[in-house]
């Protein structure tokens, strides 16, 4: 199969499999997102889905979270992991988005991501997510599926959204990557794949990614 008969593959199957496509962190608007997203680095969603109720109860907006300590922030967090960067990047980006955007959360990739602790991944989940702005954000998650597929032969995050957005229609983009997120998480784990329920792997994986699955 050409990539791009495989990509039109994994496009049909995704959306018979996930028709819907819920967020998988919880938040009610831009800014809960924001957090949300940051707090998810290096943390699973479910973990975040459990603190974030409990920060929220205190500040669900810039202007109630600048009047926590950087130190109150973090306590909270710290299930999340890097705590100390974190909770300075929530308490710092409350203030510039207050100072230089009106409290309201930018809808702009270059704004989003000259806000501290915001790269260009959280900064596409946002636009794509909160702003309905296509967008194709790529975790490791995602470019490990698109090797296993053939579908990439990008080192790294960076080179596979551009092949990614390359091979998929803009239109599908919002939806596709969290498609592609909910199949790793149920179908094609990081390890010990297995043929019986990975497969779009069986069907289009690479040799490599054949050779891995049990």
Known sequence: MTKKEKAHYVLTELDKVYPETPIP????????????????????????????????AKATNPTDMIKLSIEEIQAIIRPCGLSPKKAFAIWTLSHMILDEHDGQVPNSFEALEALPGVGHKTASVVMSQAFGHP????????????????????KNVVETEKDAKK?????????????????????SPARSPKKEIDYITVHIGTKKALLELK
């Not at 790529?138 to 579908?151: A, F, K, P």
């Not at 091979?167 to 179908?187: A, C, D, M, T, V």
């Open 167 to 187: 091979l998929f229609p803009r239109e599908s983009w919002n939806k596709l990557h969290l498609q592609i997120i909910f199949y790793g998480r149920s179908h």
């Open 25 to 56: 962190l919880d938040h009610d608007d831009a800014y809960t997102l924001l957090i949300a997203v940051l707090l998810s680095a290096q943390c699973t969603d479910e973990r975040v889905n459990k603190i974030t109720p409990i920060l929220f």
């Open 135 to 154: 967008a194709f954000p790529v975790d490791t998650h995602i470019h490990r599926l698109l090797t296993r597929w053939g579908l990439t032969s990008g």
